[in-house]
């Protein structure tokens, strides 16, 4: 792959790669191919047989599913630097989701077959692995209790707080900027856009939601926290 806004700066930001040598880290850029979408296109198609893995170079995706009825259901916003696809590498099973651009993309491509040998010749990167998927687990696990002990404003209030707390900065004050729709939040939480529209209507009244143009500001992260625990 040719050089291009400093990819190789950028495939360190990852994950899997940070702890690379620049010769490994070379080893890595040599694989990988560059692939645009527009907003809206299917990046991965639930229950495709491909074995691509992705890495996000610029902008953001959703991976979410559909219900028989068609109803939308969303598991995650995917920022910049997040990767997807590496599932289907390790068992060969059909891909578990769709991954949609929410915005213009670039990605970074791997094959499946270059994605292994990665693993098999750089150490770091399956330990690595071995790390985001035990995160990945964990809070699964937590989002199963979620959905099981809580309400749905409950729920929006959780992932309000984790969006927030993965912001960077150290700053009271935190913004989210280019934040999910209210249908995106339903969809997250397993609720109704109104529930969702209800629940931010009161946080915006006890002062602690505002809107800055398309932004959302947290002004007071330990009162949003306060006030999960008082429901």
């Known amino acids: 792959m040719t050089a291009d806004n400093n990819i190789e700066e950028k495939l360190r930001e990852f994950s899997i790669f940070e702890e690379l ?4 880290l070379q080893t890595v850029l040599n694989k990988v191919s560059l692939v645009r979408f527009e ?29 028989l009825a068609g109803r939308e259901i969303s598991y995650r916003r995917l920022p910049a630097y997040s990767y997807v696809g590496e599932l289907a590498v390790f068992d060969g099973q059909p891909r ?5 651009a929410l915005s213009e993309v670039v990605m970074g491509r791997l094959s499946g ?11 770091s990167v399956t330990q690595a692995l071995l790390r985001d998927l035990s995160s990945r687990i964990r809070d699964l696990s937590d989002r199963i209790y979620e959905t099981t002990a809580s309400s749905v404003k409950m729920r929006f209030y959780t992932e309000l707080i984790r969006t927030a707390m993965a912001q960077d900065g150290e700053e009271d004050e935190i913004i ?10 339903a969809a997250t939480v397993g ?8 629940a931010i209507s009161e946080l915006t009244t006890l002062g602690l939601l ?18 999960c625990e008082d429901i």
């Open 96 to 100: 578990s989701v769709n991954i949609v």
């Open 210 to 227: 505002r809107k800055k143009g398309r932004s959302l500001v947290i002004p007071d992260i330990n009162g949003l926290m306060d006030q």
């Open 39 to 67: 907003r809206g296109e299917t990046i991965i198609a639930h229950e495709a047989h491909d074995t691509d893995v992705f890495l996000l170079l610029e902008g953001q995706a959703l991976a979410n599913r559909y219900s």
């Open 21 to 24: 040598s620049d010769e490994d």
């Open 191 to 198: 609720g109704q856009r109104e529930t969702i529209t209800r």
């Open 176 to 185: 989210l900027r280019n934040p999910p729709t209210h249908a995106e939040w």
């Open 113 to 123: 077959a270059a994605f292994r040998e990665l693993m098999v010749e750089l150490p």
